[in-house]
Nanobody, 123 residues
């Protein structure tokens, strides 16, 4: 079983940028479809972005399209999320997750989750 750990979350001003990183241990990430999700206080967890394991197909939530970029580096066993033009509504705990099966766009498809990293965007 792979273990995931996110890093890079912090307080940033609106309009700024952050890069989140998800590091894996215990097993190679190349076996997993990988996704980023987020959960704001009082809200349900929501899909942010995902990338498949075999052909690196990518999908983004409409709310982040054009601002966020997901990328995987299987050689380094990491998945990154570059976040630009951040908005206060992007404030949330961001989670990295891995899906061993074939589905990749629903949170229910994901088997392994990191503990999360806090991103706070100040207005």
């Amino acid at each position: 079983q792979v273990q995931l750990t996110e890093s890079g979350g912090r307080l940033v001003q609106a309009g700024g940028s952050l890069r989140l990183s998800c590091a894996a241990s215990g097993r190679t990430l190349s076996s997993y479809n990988m996704g980023w999700f987020r959960q704001a206080p009082g809200k349900e967890r929501e899909f942010v972005a995902a990338i498949t394991r075999s052909d690196s197909r990518i999908s983004y939530a409409d709310s982040v399209k054009g601002r966020f970029t997901i990328a995987r580096d299987d050689a380094k066993n990491t998945v990154g999320l570059q976040m630009n033009m951040l908005k206060p509504e992007d404030t949330a705990v961001y989670y990295c997750a891995g899906a061993a099966g074939y589905r990749w766009l629903q949170s229910s498809a994901y088997d392994v989750w990191g503990p999360g990293t806090q991103v706070t965007v100040a207005s």
